[in-house]
């Protein structure tokens, strides 16, 4: 797999492969929103989630890949700390906003900062079209941030805050998604960078959830965290492995961009499983973000 991998790096396959990549990890991400902002606290959730994924992914990083190269020590340490930050955030706004005005929020900042990282560590240009796709995509998940904010918030009080925590919180999505791509390029083993990743970022929050669970008055059942988490942890590897892959075949930009089409899935998520109300102006807005990323990719 590494080989083929790396065999079609910057080429025409690589860059179909990526747009597929792409995709499946807005779908994915979508559920995983979705699982971290569903019955149970989002902070016990998550911290469920990296547990499991950290160890799942321990015995691939032990035994499995090609050990690090020393230079990739540094970027680990950075990638910790970057991803730390945006999974705080994240907590904190999903516990004081709604999923469907936080999540379009949080992905519709992302990918234009992200074009703009990549274009000042990677050179890469977007054309005249490609920036009207990303202006018309980011209407899109903004027009549906807002409209959820009028008809479908109940957190009334804490709507501020959530909005600001999740302008920032995608802030770090553009920084993360620019950082793990220069990190999962300067390793030859695509699947090192992956295994070590997974191993190293889940090995915080696990405790963070326990504390908050401990202080709880009416602590949920850890059964179901725990099932939670382990799904949760698939979908994490599917999803982020997908996208940092993708980063790698193929422009960063464009990947960042197509997988902000998951505020499309998170809405469809929404409503089928959360049971929150869509009618023809968010279908509108969700047809808008679509064509917003097809202009994006076939306008380069």
């Not at 516990?95 to 999540?103: D, E, F, Q």
């Not at 109940?154 to 925590?165: G, H, K, P, Y």
């Not at 809405?267 to 499983?273: K, R, S």
């Not at 869509?278 to 097809?294: S, Y």
């Given at each position: 797999?590494?080989?083929?991998?790396?065999?079609?790096?910057?080429?025409?396959?690589?860059?179909?492969?990526?747009?597929?990549?792409?995709?499946?990890?807005?779908?994915?991400?979508?559920?995983?929103?979705?699982?971290?902002?569903?019955?149970?606290?989002?902070?016990?959730?998550?911290?469920?989630?990296?547990?499991?994924?950290?160890?799942?992914?321990?015995?691939?990083?032990?035994?499995?890949?090609?050990?690090?190269?020393?230079?990739?020590?540094?970027?680990?340490?950075?990638?910790?700390?970057?991803?730390?930050?945006?999974?705080?955030?994240?907590?904190?706004?999903?516990?004081?906003?709604?999923?469907?005005?936080?999540?379009?929020?949080?992905?519709?900042?992302?990918?234009?900062?992200?074009?703009?990282?990549?274009?000042?560590?990677?050179?890469?240009?977007?054309?005249?079209?490609?920036?009207?796709?990303?202006?018309?995509?980011?209407?899109?998940?903004?027009?549906?941030?807002?409209?959820?904010?009028?008809?479908?918030?109940?957190?009334?009080?804490?709507?501020?805050?959530?909005?600001?925590?999740?302008?920032?919180?995608?802030?770090?999505?553009?920084?993360?998604?620019?950082?793990?791509?220069?990190?999962?390029?300067?390793?030859?083993?695509?699947?090192?960078?992956?295994?070590?990743?997974?191993?190293?970022?889940?090995?915080?929050?696990?405790?963070?959830?326990?504390?908050?669970?401990?202080?709880m008055e009416h602590r949920p059942a850890p059964?179901?965290?725990?099932?939670?988490?382990?799904?949760?942890?698939?979908?994490?590897?599917?999803?982020?492995?997908?996208?940092?892959?993708a980063t790698r075949l193929d422009k960063v930009g464009e990947a960042a961009v197509?997988?902000?089409?998951?505020?499309?899935?998170?809405?469809?998520?929404?409503?089928?499983?959360?049971?929150?109300?869509?009618?023809?102006?968010?279908?509108?807005?969700?047809?808008?973000?679509?064509?917003?990323?097809?202009?994006?990719?076939?306008?380069?």
């Open positions: 797999m590494t080989e083929w991998i790396i065999s079609i790096e910057g080429t025409e396959a690589g860059h179909t492969a990526a747009l597929i990549l792409a995709l499946m990890a807005a779908f994915l991400h979508a559920v995983f929103g979705a699982l971290q902002k569903g019955r149970h606290d989002p902070w016990l959730t998550r911290g469920a989630i990296d547990g499991c994924y950290c160890v799942m992914a321990a015995p691939f990083a032990l035994f499995v890949v090609p050990w690090p190269e020393p230079h990739m020590w540094a970027i680990f340490a950075g990638a910790f700390v970057i991803h730390l930050a945006y999974k705080l955030l994240q907590a904190m706004a999903y516990s004081r906003g709604a999923y469907t005005v936080v999540y379009p929020v949080v992905r519709g900042t992302g990918p234009l900062f992200t074009v703009i990282g990549a274009y000042l560590i990677f050179g890469e240009v977007f054309n005249g079209v490609q920036w009207l796709g990303v202006g018309v995509l980011m209407a899109g998940i903004f027009g549906l941030a807002v409209y959820n904010m009028i008809f479908l918030v109940s957190e009334r009080d804490t709507l501020n805050a959530a909005l600001a925590l999740a302008v920032l919180t995608g802030i770090f999505v553009a920084l993360y998604t620019t950082y793990d791509a220069y990190g999962i390029r300067a390793t030859a083993d695509p699947f090192t960078f992956l295994a070590w990743f997974f191993m190293i970022d889940g090995l915080v929050f696990p405790f963070l959830a326990l504390r908050r669970w401990r202080a059964a179901p965290l725990l099932r939670r988490g382990v799904l949760g942890g698939i979908v994490a590897f599917l999803s982020f492995g997908a996208v940092m892959l197509l997988r902000e089409t998951s505020t499309v899935f998170a809405a469809l998520i929404g409503w089928l499983v959360l049971k929150e109300t869509v009618g023809p102006r968010r279908i509108a807005l969700m047809t808008l973000i679509a064509i917003g990323a097809v202009i994006v990719e076939f306008g380069g």
